[in-house]
């Protein structure tokens, strides 16, 4: 009898919804636990901390109370950037910079979410192929969060990149509730928004907002298979 191979950490689904919200404190009308607790209220179940230019001691202590805050909805947490903070506070993932090393994220933590940026067809499958379970690629609209930004892919652009890449891609920048089910249709595996949150007034509402439009009409076909299709 061949001897059995050991078997290799499977990479994690994308968080459903697979709508990632992702943080920046400047903008946010309220302490980033506050918006995490309130869009998490409204049904998103994934956020990620992005305040890089925090102190690493409290980057690490306001990632520990958004795991502790996501375990009592079910959610995913994730960080940008900080493997290490991720390892220390047992977070679900972490999120690579455009360049990024997944072979190297991968190695520190075996077991969770991968993400990586990406602004183009060849970085993103590069990113994919390297380990990435996702890659963010922006921006797909001008946005407000980053002026200047650019230039925006478009829907047509984003429908290409998809079409070219192995792996799942998720539509990142101007992102609203008005254009987040056109980004499904292109072929986008899950949408993330910043600003549409973080400015937002109640960002509960404006939560829900996107998640209704995205769960209406032709988008729950499009969820149900991509489910399938992961589960397959």
């Given at each position: ?140 609209f001008l946005t407000a969060s980053k002026p200047g930004y650019g230039p925006a892919l478009g829907l047509d652009g984003l429908a290409r990149i998809v079409a070219q890449v192995p792996g799942d891609v998720v539509a ?61």
């Open positions: 009898m061949l001897p059995v191979p050991p078997l290799l950490p499977v990479p994690p689904l994308l968080p459903v919804p697979p709508l990632l919200v992702i943080s920046d404190r400047r903008q946010a009308r309220q302490p980033i636990e506050k918006v995490a607790e309130a869009v998490f209220a409204g049904g998103c179940r994934w956020v990620s901390l992005r305040e890089k230019d925090l102190p690493s001691d409290e980057r690490r202590a306001l990632l520990g109370a958004l795991v502790t805050l996501g375990r009592r909805y079910g959610a995913v947490v994730t960080a940008h950037e900080d493997i290490e903070a991720v390892a220390a506070v047992g977070a679900d993932g972490v999120h690579l910079p455009s360049g990024g090393n997944p072979v190297a994220a991968r190695d520190r933590l075996p077991a969770v979410l991968i993400g990586a940026s990406a602004h183009s067809a060849d970085e993103a499958a590069a990113l994919l192929r390297a380990g990435a379970d996702y890659v963010t690629l922006s921006p797909v990142l920048g101007g992102i609203t509730a008005e254009n987040a089910l056109a980004c499904f249709t292109a072929g986008a595996r899950g949408i993330a928004v910043m600003g549409e949150v973080m400015r937002a007034a109640d960002p509960r509402a404006s939560v829900e907002r996107v998640l209704g439009a995205i769960s209406a009409q032709a988008s729950m076909q499009t969820l149900r298979s991509y489910n399938k299709v992961n589960r397959d």
